[in-house]
């Protein structure tokens, strides 16, 4: 398996009001709501959870959107209309090399898994489970709670009051069921590795695609787009019900061309600053294979020269100092935090 940059390390916070994040299944009319526990000092808390699947499959749903919307062509009819099945190429069959499979864009950007033909890709976008702030107070704050909604059927039928008298009236049906929603301030984080688009992870393969850095650039443009759209619209199950009440307060995002690790959950108090020291301790160290022409992050060294820039992180909603080989800057508006994310994705390679 080959390894490149960019790559892309998210973490940060929402606040969700009156969502279904993830439908944990069903009993009788009670539709469940997925929870898990944490622990959080000396006590464990059951609360409201959105899974790391739910969430990349809609970041793939998200992603596929904007790709086609600047232009991409490479879906499969799956991939185009949302639908999570992978594994299939362009014409909708069995490809017969990974190359072959992600021409598609889905399976490109999330993998596949062909068990028949020993035909494997691991997803390039990867999320934690989204979990309420780890602190007593805000677990304290999250709510699970079950709402009465109801399907009416709008055709009447005709019944008979009693099975022996002929005599009959028309009724509608209504079907009465109950969907929990949850309600809490969540943190989050995820991992895109961006430089291994279009490239094969396992199998000795050409891509067969035209003008591949374009494309290239235009499915880490959409992959980018797809992360920020689910950030800030939210996801969820029973959108049709409610779409869920989001506002995306803080997230910091870091760039490189170096393999860097995850930034710290965003469910954690002190995240930011454990995020950009981690960032630090990788960026000193590779910070030394870059030449005398490497951009330099304006803050100075013992020696009085510059300090060689290995990461870009970009801050939106909260204040991040300033760390050893890391270009860090502060926005204040989300329109800054995408051009600014997407400028350091498309020039670290």
């Known amino acids: 398996m080959t390894a490149a940059g960019p790559y892309v390390r998210v973490a940060g916070r929402f606040r969700v009001n009156v969502a279904v994040l993830t439908g944990a299944g069903t009993m009788g009319n009670y539709n469940m709501h997925a929870t898990v526990r944490v622990v959080v000092e000396d006590g464990v808390y059951e ?46 069959k069995n490809p017969d090399s990974e190359c072959d499979a992600i021409q598609d864009f889905c399976n490109d950007i999330h993998g596949f898994l062909i068990p028949d033909k020993q035909l494997k890709r691991d997803s390039l976008v990867k999320f934690a489970f989204a979990v309420p702030v780890l602190s007593r107070a805000e677990l304290e704050r999250a709510q699970k709670f079950a709402v009465t909604h109801n399907r009416v059927d709008p055709f009447r039928r005709e019944k008979a009051e009693q099975v022996n008298t002929p005599a009959k009236h028309e009724k509608t049906e209504m079907m009465v069921f109950k969907q929990e929603y949850s309600s809490a301030r969540y943190g989050f984080s995820a991992s895109l590795d961006l430089g ?76 930011v600053d454990k995020s950009l020291d981690v960032l630090s301790a990788f960026a000193k160290v590779y910070g030394k294979k870059l030449d005398q022409t490497a951009s330099l992050c304006g803050q100075k060294s013992g020696s009085g020269e510059g300090v060689p820039c290995v990461a870009s992180v970009v801050c939106y ?33």
């Open 317 to 349: 909603g909260v204040d991040c100092r300033e760390g050893g080989g890391l270009e860090v800057k502060k926005v204040e508006k989300f329109h800054d935090l995408v051009e600014d994310v997407l400028s350091a994705v498309l020039q670290s390679k």
């Open 47 to 92: 609360v409201p959870a959105l899974t790391g699947n739910a969430f990349k499959h809609w970041h793939s749903v998200r992603a596929a959107e904007h790709y086609r919307a600047l232009g991409g062509g490479g879906l499969n009819e799956y991939c185009a209309k949302g639908v999570g099945l992978r594994g299939k190429n362009l014409e909708g």
């Open 196 to 271: 291994l688009v279009l490239a094969p992870m396992y199998d000795n393969c050409s891509v067969n695609v035209e003008r591949i850095e374009e494309e290239r650039a235009l499915r880490r443009r959409a992959a980018v787009l797809g992360l920020f759209d689910v950030l800030s619209s939210g996801v969820g199950t029973r959108a049709a019900r409610a779409l869920p009440a989001v506002d995306l307060e803080e997230v910091v995002v870091a760039v490189s061309k170096f393999p860097i690790p995850a930034l710290v959950h965003g469910s954690y108090p002190n995240y």
